[in-house]
Each structure stands twice: as C-alpha cells, then as structure tokens.
C-alpha cells in the first residue's frame, strides 16, 4: 500500500507498544476509516464507543434500551454509562495488551478525566506507555463532513465502509468484500447529522485544547487523501514524531 511505503519503518508493527491512541475528530472525519487501517497494521483492538452502542441497541441490553432514543437524537449518551460500558469491553476483550484505539472517545471533558484516571490505573499495573494516551486530531470542513455523512454507506457483516460520492462500491450498493447489501446509519440523515455536528462543537471540540495544554495532541489534515491521512498517522506512531 502506497501509504506503507511512505513510512519506512525497522520494527515489526506487530510487536509495537502502542499504549492508548485517541482519535478525535468531528463525525465524519474518518476516524472509522483510519482506525481500522491502524488496528490491522498494529494488531491492536479499534474499540468504537458508537459501534458498542449500537450493538447494545441491536442485542436490547438495558444500555441499549436506555442509549436508543438518545443516539437518534444525535444527543451525546450519559458519560457514565459510556465510560463502564468501555472499562469492561478494554478489561474483557483479552485483546489490549500492547494498546488500543479509541474511536469515539472521548467526547466530553468529564470522559477525558476519566480516562487520565483509568489510564494512570493502568500504567501501574501495565507499564509506563499507558501513562499518556496519544491523541491524534482528524481536522475536516464543514462541507466535507457533511458530503461524507450524507454519502456514507457500510456493510453489516464486514464493517467496511464507503461514500457513494467518494468510495462507491464496484456495485452499487453491494459491498465489494462479500456482496452484503450496503446500509445507511439512522444518525446519519441530514436532520441527526447536524444534531451531532453541534454536539461535537460545543462538547467534544474543547478537548483539543485539553489535550494541547497536556502536549500529547497531534493534528492531521483530514482533508487529504486517505492514503495521505494513513501515511501522517503511521509517522506519528513509528517515526518518533510521537512526543
Ligand atoms: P459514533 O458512531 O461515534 O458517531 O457515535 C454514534 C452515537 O453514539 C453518538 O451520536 C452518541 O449518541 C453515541 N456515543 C458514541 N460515543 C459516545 C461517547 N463517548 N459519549 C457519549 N455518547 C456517545
């Protein structure tokens, strides 16, 4: 892949420590996208909070039950709930020892602290590396993340995902992979989606400034190619531009 090649590197990714990777940015940033690329080069788990949402909702649990009518409003769910529902999926998984990505978290300042605190738990118990999440900021305008939500498309059984504007499938609406029929998210109408670009805003958007003030953030341009944001991500994890 073009992006590997950009970023020599003289270790085996598979064997990397990795620690915590957060990767913030708006809805439609591409953080999906550019966790799962991570996850396989890595070995490492992409934990997405909304996807174990949603598969709350799917399976009826009570955290289902309570996040449903909250995520259709594209209103944030309860830190709480989010934040247990995430400690047992890191604890339980047996998949998270050299690290994990967090897609989708956090989202308020409360959750970040949370996490400082969890994370420090951690190191004790793991090693330094946890000390300090890396925090890695997907920057996108405004019109290009609505064209990416409008346009975004997935498959139920491979998680793969695609933009009829940008990404089509080969087929339309048939996922290249396995010929699933592609599906919408429900957040994903115009309606939700600008429901979910203010929350962003106004909750999620000041935790750059956490994380700057901490000097753990890292800023991609999102508006390049994918192969482009890939390729920046994977120098800040394996050139040393990690701080
Ligand atoms: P996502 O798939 O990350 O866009 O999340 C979909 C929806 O799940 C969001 O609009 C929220 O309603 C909910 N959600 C996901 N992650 C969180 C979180 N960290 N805190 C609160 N709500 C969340």
Redesign the pocket.
Known sequence: MQAEAAVATLVDPQTLMIGALILLGA?GAGKGTQSKFVSTRYGIPQI????L?RENVRKGTQIGIQAKS??EK????PDEM?EDMLARRIETGGDTDRGFILD????TLA?AKWLDEYLKKWSVRHGQAWAAPVVISITVGYNQLLRRLTGRRSCPTCGRIYNIYFQPPRIADLCDNDGSKLITRR?DCEEVISE?LKAYERQTLPLTEYYRAKGSLHEVNGDQATDEVTAAVMGILENGDRL
């Open positions: 809805p997405s909070t909304g996807d949402l909250i995520m594209g209103q944030l769910v989010v989708g978290f956090p989202r959750q957040d979910r």
